[in-house]
């Protein structure tokens, strides 16, 4: 074989594989060059048959890695055995690995890779490779010696080193892992490679020792944890607490019949956190998320609601504040800092919190005034140091500068009020500014997209949601908040809610589309028997919650997101259908529950003969 390596009529040969190599990585990238395939083609190539040009597949095959890189490159220099890459991939799966022997410590395994995994281990942690003062191979090296010299002097002594070692066995597939060593600081002051003592607990994993402890009091607030750096190492060993609460984990998936790759997510995320941290103390819900963000293989969504019944989630209260609320605490930093005390008051005139009682508005409501005030307030900074200064002429200006935005109107007539009736300013200069304001013209949506608009809803709920839109005219709002008390088949009605949760009026159910609840609940009782959620639209996320949340803005969404429309357009083009067919607008407020403003202006788009432009108006 080694006189085969040297043989002069394999160097064209070596040629041809080189310029091949370099091709490939032209085609692959650089890496092509740096993982050894030079050394694996010239062996394949002198193990052919005598007087044969190209290398037979079952050689290629027996390689421990990269066969179907090694074929392309070899049929790129014209020596390969010309098969597919798909078949090489498919035979190689089926090939069984024989035991080979590891390059670094020459040990044998059955795993088929080239290192074995020790000596991947040492090559990381040693990245440095030098030539070894024992074997005076070219590799990492720690002490000045590589591993196998390393675990020679622990287990053997110096005299091996001389007189060379058996074969030994690295354990991969072949036998249980053998003792290790350890370096030892001697009373010179040298550190020298020990054997490390082999006992009955030593296969097994050891506990982690960042288990935490019940009760155990914080010194300061813990910075977060970077799981990225663990989340592919050796798992710690799991307590028999942790083992438990895997075995309610996997029959409560049983039990609700998670799919097979969410249960698998979520119980990998489980074993992670509980093998690390343990079961003694409450895990915090940050840790979770952090190793959902891993990857996909890692879910916590319905880890939170499992650890939260036992008693073992310390909840992220971040996480959970209102986003409207942090919204207003971001615009406030905009604010000039002369200008926030007189803004603060007009925040909590919004929030009810006055010097005479009123109504209190939602931090949405809140935000979304805030974020239209916040441009002229930062203009006005720089010239005026109080509110006061404010006259109509600049209220004026900024509504000129902002023509059909109507929300910078309203937002500065709510301030200006509010700090009027608190009395910190003494004239009200927004309210004889003038402003007009934007009338929407509602139009249809195309023929086109309505022709079989709810048969081409693959699921039974979207079939609902979308009847209840585009038959009952029920804003995307109404129907998430509907509860499965709020129906009532025997009499076909529907109950509507306000956002406030309160019932304000009764849709008469038509047969087709009590026929589409009918079926929905027929298939959600099929798939979620236990589900406990009283709204009649739940997803496979809400179905199983204990907090019994209605379904998401964005998943009512995609039902008419999958369709080429949107849920508004839909209730828009379902009410301008019956104004075109009625024009009475007491109709249109008694069937769709509308204000008479609302009427009047769908009557408008419906019929603008009626409705001429008034010549006075501006």
């Given at each position: 074989?080694?006189?085969?390596?040297?043989?002069?009529?394999?160097?064209?040969?070596?040629?041809?594989?080189?310029?091949?190599?370099?091709?490939?990585?032209?085609?692959?990238?650089?890496?092509?060059?740096?993982?050894?395939?030079?050394?694996?083609?010239?062996?394949?190539?002198?193990?052919?048959?005598?007087?044969?040009?190209?290398?037979?597949?079952?050689?290629?095959?027996?390689?421990?890695?990269?066969?179907?890189?090694?074929?392309?490159?070899?049929?790129?220099?014209?020596?390969?055995?010309?098969?597919?890459?798909?078949?090489?991939?498919?035979?190689?799966?089926?090939?069984?690995?024989?035991?080979?022997?590891?390059?670094?410590?020459?040990?044998?395994?059955?795993?088929?890779?080239?290192?074995?995994?020790?000596?991947?281990?040492?090559?990381q942690a040693h990245r440095q490779a030098g030539v070894c003062a024992g074997c005076g191979r070219n590799l990492p090296l720690q002490q000045g010696r590589c591993r196998m010299?390393?675990?020679?002097?622990?287990?053997?002594?110096?005299?091996?080193?001389?007189?060379?070692?058996?074969?030994?066995?690295?354990?991969?597939?072949?036998?249980?892992?053998?003792?290790?060593?350890?370096?030892?600081?001697?009373?010179?002051?040298?550190?020298?490679?020990?054997?490390?003592?082999?006992?009955?607990?030593?296969?097994?994993?050891?506990?982690?020792?960042?288990?935490?402890?019940?009760?155990?009091?914080?010194?300061?607030?813990?910075?977060?944890?970077?799981?990225?750096?663990?989340?592919?190492?050796?798992?710690?060993?799991?307590?028999?607490?942790?083992?438990?609460?895997?075995?309610?984990?996997?029959?409560?998936?049983?039990?609700?019949?998670?799919?097979?790759?969410?249960?698998?997510?979520?119980?990998?995320?489980?074993?992670?956190?509980?093998?690390?941290?343990?079961?003694?103390?409450?895990?915090?819900?940050?840790?979770?998320?952090?190793?959902?963000?891993?990857?996909?293989?890692?879910?916590?969504?319905?880890?939170?609601?499992?650890?939260?019944?036992?008693?073992?989630?310390?909840?992220?209260?971040?996480?959970?504040?209102?986003?409207?609320?942090?919204?207003?605490?971001?615009?406030?930093?905009?604010?000039?800092?002369?200008?926030?005390?007189?803004?603060?008051?007009?925040?909590?005139?919004?929030?009810?919190?006055?010097?005479?009682?009123?109504?209190?508005?939602?931090?949405?409501?809140?935000?979304?005034?805030?974020?239209?005030?916040?441009?002229?307030?930062?203009?006005?900074?720089?010239?005026?140091?109080?509110?006061?200064?404010?006259?109509?002429?600049?209220?004026?200006?900024?509504?000129?500068?902002?023509?059909?935005?109507?929300?910078?109107?309203?937002?500065l007539r709510s301030l200006f009020k509010a700090l009027k009736r608190e009395r910190v300013i003494f004239h009200d200069p927004a309210r004889p500014a003038t402003f007009t304001?934007?009338?929407?013209?509602?139009?249809?949506?195309?023929?086109?997209?309505?022709?079989?608009?709810?048969?081409?809803?693959?699921?039974?709920?979207?079939?609902?949601?979308?009847?209840?839109?585009?038959?009952?005219?029920?804003?995307?709002?109404?129907?998430?908040?509907?509860?499965?008390?709020?129906?009532?088949?025997?009499?076909?009605?529907?109950?509507?809610?306000?956002?406030?949760?309160?019932?304000?009026?009764?849709?008469?159910?038509?047969?087709?589309?009590?026929?589409?609840?009918?079926?929905?609940?027929?298939?959600?009782?099929?798939?979620?028997?236990?589900?406990?959620?009283?709204?009649?639209?739940?997803?496979?996320?809400?179905?199983?919650?204990?907090?019994?949340?209605?379904?998401?803005?964005?998943?009512?969404?995609?039902?008419?997101?999958?369709?080429?429309?949107?849920?508004?357009?839909?209730?828009?083009?379902?009410?301008?259908?019956?104004?075109?067919?009625?024009?009475?607008?007491?109709?249109?407020?008694?069937?769709?529950?509308?204000?008479?403003?609302?009427?009047?202006?769908?009557?408008?788009?419906?019929?603008?003969?009626?409705?001429?432009?008034?010549?006075?108006?501006?």
């Amino acid at each position: 074989m080694r006189k085969r390596l040297h043989d002069s009529r394999l160097l064209p040969e070596m040629d041809a594989v080189r310029a091949a190599i370099d091709t490939a990585a032209e085609a692959r990238g650089p890496w092509v060059r740096d993982i050894g395939l030079l050394s694996d083609c010239l062996h394949v190539l002198t193990v052919r048959p005598p007087g044969a040009r190209r290398v037979n597949l079952d050689a290629i095959l027996r390689l421990p890695r990269r066969p179907a890189l090694i074929a392309e490159v070899l049929d790129r220099a014209g020596l390969g055995p010309q098969v597919e890459r798909a078949e090489i991939m498919r035979l190689a799966r089926q090939t069984v690995v024989l035991a080979s022997s590891c390059a670094h410590c020459l040990a044998w395994k059955a795993d088929g890779a080239r290192l074995c995994l020790p000596c991947q281990r040492f090559k990381q942690a040693h990245r440095q490779a030098g030539v070894c003062a024992g074997c005076g191979r070219n590799l990492p090296l720690q002490q000045g010696r590589c591993r196998m010299c390393l675990y020679v002097l622990a287990h053997i002594g110096e005299q091996a080193l001389t007189a060379g070692v058996q074969l030994w066995m690295d354990g991969a597939g072949l036998r249980p892992r053998r003792r290790g060593y350890r370096l030892v600081t001697g009373q010179d002051g040298i550190r020298r490679p020990v054997a490390a003592e082999e006992t009955a607990d030593r296969r097994q994993p050891l506990g982690s020792p960042a288990i935490a402890t019940a009760g155990q009091l914080t010194l300061f607030p813990a910075p977060p944890r970077h799981w990225d750096v663990l989340h592919r190492r050796e798992l710690p060993a799991l307590s028999d607490r942790a083992e438990a609460l895997r075995r309610d984990l996997a029959q409560l998936a049983a039990r609700q019949q998670w799919r097979p790759r969410v249960a698998s997510a979520h119980q990998r995320t489980l074993t992670m956190i509980t093998a690390w941290l343990g079961v003694d103390a409450p895990i915090e819900e940050a840790d979770l998320w952090a190793f959902a963000r891993l990857g996909n293989s890692y879910n916590a969504r319905r880890l939170i609601p499992f650890l939260t019944q036992r008693g073992l989630l310390n909840p992220d209260h971040a996480r959970h504040a209102d986003p409207h609320r942090g919204g207003v605490a971001r615009l406030r930093r905009r604010i000039p800092a002369h200008l926030l005390p007189e803004v603060d008051v007009w925040i909590a005139v919004l929030r009810g919190e006055g010097r005479r009682p009123s109504r209190p508005f939602p931090w949405k409501t809140v935000n979304g005034y805030l974020g239209y005030a916040t441009p002229p307030l930062e203009s006005w900074g720089p010239s005026a140091t109080s509110l006061r200064e404010i006259t109509t002429a600049h209220v004026q200006e900024v509504l000129d500068n902002s023509p059909g935005v109507d929300g910078v109107f309203t937002a500065l007539r709510s301030l200006f009020k509010a700090l009027k009736r608190e009395r910190v300013i003494f004239h009200d200069p927004a309210r004889p500014a003038t402003f007009t304001f934007r009338t929407a013209v509602r139009r249809p949506v195309p023929t086109d997209l309505l022709i079989g608009l709810i048969d081409r809803v693959p699921t039974a709920s979207g079939k609902v949601a979308v009847a209840l839109t585009a038959i009952h005219a029920l804003r995307a709002q109404s129907i998430r908040g509907t509860l499965l008390s709020d129906l009532n088949r025997s009499k076909g009605t529907l109950g509507v809610r306000r956002a406030s949760g309160k019932q304000t009026r009764l849709v008469y159910l038509d047969d087709f589309t009590l026929s589409l609840i009918t079926t929905m609940l027929k298939q959600r009782a099929t798939r979620w028997p236990h589900s406990t959620n009283p709204h009649l639209l739940v997803t496979r996320v809400t179905a199983h919650d204990p907090e019994d949340p209605q379904m998401s803005h964005k998943a009512f969404q995609y039902f008419f997101r999958r369709l080429g429309t949107n849920a508004e357009q839909v209730r828009i083009d379902r009410i301008l259908d019956e104004a075109r067919a009625t024009a009475d607008p007491v109709h249109l407020i008694t069937v769709f529950g509308i204000t008479e403003d609302t009427a009047m202006d769908y009557l408008t788009s419906a019929h603008p003969e009626r409705f001429p432009t008034d010549p006075i108006a501006p």
